[in-house]
């Protein structure tokens, strides 16, 4: 028996998935392998609402985060955060020597259109990123309103880090005009984590040509070049592994149906904030408060490390807050496998045990 997750990630994977990653292996210069990464790109297409190609790459999400920012930012970028993971995106600029601001909303506070607009108004970037959804404050940020603002400014690429929120909530890369998209296995997709998956629009890989220092693992350029002439190879070993799964469970995404996979995820949020509100405070501002998982203030001055102790004698387990909001709140993701069911469980525990604690 294993703790079931209620965490930003790793999270729940059916046991029919994790099976696929013990598929006997082949060679991944093969025939097969080339078939299965095609077959991976055409269902990830649909995923991701696009019809750009799609590339796959053994890391994390930050590892495509890094090499995005790095192989495509020629002149300078702006960095929009609203959370950890915003300013992850900001330090990783610098420590490859990209030029980069950082535009930093208050933290439980989105990234608004009117921000975007001032930034690239200046005409000082190449570039910008967003975080779709940032699980240390629990905001998905309005990304159909920057993309109107966005529309001005045709030339600056827009990177977005979609690694919580992609196949949990609605985000049609191709009509929102995204650039680069990037999402990773361990959240709402419901795989093991050390995957990570992007979207990438010809203009970027072209506008790319112009950064001299790419690196090389992490090249957006360079993994594109393979795919395009190598029949889907990917220029160093991908994890063949996590590809049977990938393709198994987006399989299983699909025949759920993309618009159900949506409602669903929305109605876990809105249950658990409904409670969160009944019983504590939530942290972002509701009208900008994620689907794929809840960031509660701590408003009872409960120990967040106590009530996970307790659920983990229930064999359940959610997650404290992140960093400097650690104890002051607590996080409720409902994502990927989880349904209404599991929330109802999770949220019932919590509210038996608080009683209990001093």
């Known amino acids: 028996m294993h703790k079931k997750l209620f965490i930003p990630g ?16 082949i060679g991944h210069r093969s025939k097969e392998a080339s078939a ?8 990830m297409r649909k995923v991701f609402h696009t019809a750009n190609p799609i590339l796959l790459s053994t890391s994390s999400g930050s590892g495509l985060m890094e090499g995005s920012i790095r192989s495509l930012t020629a002149k300078r970028a702006a960095v929009f955060s609203v959370g950890a993971f915003g300013n992850r995106w900001f330090k990783m600029a610098e420590a490859n020597n990209v030029g980069a601001d950082k535009f930093e909303s208050e933290w439980g506070k989105a990234t ?25 404050t629990g905001i998905m940020n309005p990304v159909e309103e920057i993309a109107e603002v966005r529309k001005k400014y045709p030339d600056v690429l827009w990177l977005v880090d979609a690694v ?6 609605k985000i049609e890369v191709d009509k929102l005009g995204i650039d680069v998209c ?13 995957m990570a998956i992007c979207s990438v629009t010809p203009k970027a890989l072209e506008h790319g040509k112009q950064v001299k220092h790419r690196g090389w693992y992490l090249d957006i350029l360079e993994i594109y070049k393979y795919v395009e002439t190598k029949d889907y190879q ?10 049977f799964a990938m393709n198994y469970q987006l399989d299983r995404i699909l025949a759920e149906g993309l618009e159900n996979r949506y409602a669903r995820h929305k109605a876990m949020a809105e249950y658990t904030r409904a409670w969160a509100k009944q019983n504590f405070a939530l942290y972002p501002e509701e009208q900008h408060a994620s689907v794929t998982l809840t960031t509660i203030t701590n408003t009872r001055n409960i120990s967040v490390k106590a009530l996970n102790d307790a659920l983990g004698k229930e064999w359940m387990q959610i997650s404290n807050g992140y960093g400097d909001l650690k104890e002051k ?16 469980q999770v949220i019932a525990a919590i509210d038996r045990i608080l009683p209990t604690l001093k």
Do not use: C, W
């Not at 299965?36 to 269902?43: C, F, R, V």
């Not at 608004?112 to 240390?136: I, Q, R, W």
């Not at 919580?164 to 909530?169: K, Q, T, W, Y």
């Open 10 to 25: 790793p999270t729940e994977v059916a046991p029919d998935v994790l099976q696929k990653m013990a598929t006997p292996m």
């Open 36 to 43: 299965l990464q095609k077959d991976i790109s055409e269902k």
């Open 112 to 136: 608004t259109p009117e921000m975007v607009d001032k930034a690239l108004a200046t005409g000082k970037y190449d570039v910008f990123t967003v975080t779709h959804n940032e699980t240390s």
């Open 164 to 169: 919580s929120s992609m196949a949990g909530a």
């Open 182 to 194: 990037i999402t990773s296995t361990q959240k709402a997709l419901a795989l093991p984590p050390g």
């Open 234 to 243: 990917y220029s160093a070993t991908p994890s063949l592994s996590h590809m």
């Open 329 to 344: 709140t607590f996080r409720i993701a409902h994502m990927g496998e989880l349904n209404m069911d599991d929330v109802k």
